[in-house]
């Protein structure tokens, strides 16, 4: 697997609270993205980064934010937590630039909005 | 925009019968398409992409463009091809946009 981990792997939360998850990876790779799983919707792009503090929305990105401020590490932030947003999110790293396609991810968070 | 689309969510087969996951696209430009597994407590991960043209644990797939489809094929399912399978198109712009998926059983 590639070194790629996702931090907190489970997390439970309340309505209108801040949630970060961390994405971390030892590959040095430049392109990092945050997908949301949901059933009869797949996996969707919320946001990706394609370099240190460059990053750019998805197709699903209201309500969500990023940050990178070093190449091994994508925050991805609820700013306040809706049930809407209780989902299984997975980190995915990609060497890249386009045209390779092949993207690395992670094991997954699964958050839980009450 | 972008849009890929995989009508069937789930798929029951039994072992040894030939097994068809279909993916139709939409893209203005010139598409690179792929397919990723994830197989049960795995991560997700590529199982194969149409440019390199290759069989990977049996699959093949083609791109059609005129029909802009790029079906799944495999002539004799096995037990361990159990999983979720997701279509997938990579953009210009970096993006690679998932299909809704299809979970795909093989019976003894």
């Known amino acids: 697997d590639a070194g790629i981990t996702q931090s907190p792997r489970h997390k439970v939360t309340e309505t209108g609270t801040p949630v970060t998850l961390r994405c971390h990876q030892t590959?040095?790779?430049?392109?990092m993205y945050w997908y949301r799983q949901d059933p009869g919707h797949g996996l969707r792009l919320i946001h990706y980064s394609y370099g240190v503090k460059d990053t750019d929305k998805g197709e699903v990105s209201d309500g969500y934010s990023v940050s990178r401020s070093k190449t091994e590490d994508f925050l991805l932030t609820l700013e306040s937590a809706t049930s809407s947003q209780t989902s299984v999110y997975f980190c995915?790293?990609?060497?890249?630039?386009?045209?390779?396609?092949?993207?690395?991810f992670g094991e997954g968070s699964r958050l839980t909005v009450l | 925009a972008q849009r890929v689309t995989q009508p069937e969510k789930l798929l029951s087969v039994f072992k040894g019968a030939p097994v068809e996951l279909k993916c139709n696209y939409s893209?203005?430009?010139?598409?690179?398409l792929f397919w990723y597994v994830q197989y049960s407590r795995q991560r997700l991960q590529l199982l194969l992409r149409h440019i390199s043209r290759e069989s990977i644990k049996g699959f093949t797939a083609d791109l059609n463009k005129g029909e802009t489809s790029f079906h799944l094929k495999k002539p004799f399912a096995q037990e361990e091809d159990s999983a979720m399978y997701y279509c997938a198109l990579f953009s210009n712009d970096y993006k690679l946009s998932f299909g809704a998926g299809t979970t795909v059983t093989v019976r003894a």
């Open positions: 893209y203005s430009g010139s598409p690179e």
């Open positions: 995915a790293i990609s060497e890249g630039p386009g045209g390779t396609g092949e993207l690395f």
């Open positions: 590959e040095n790779h430049r392109y």
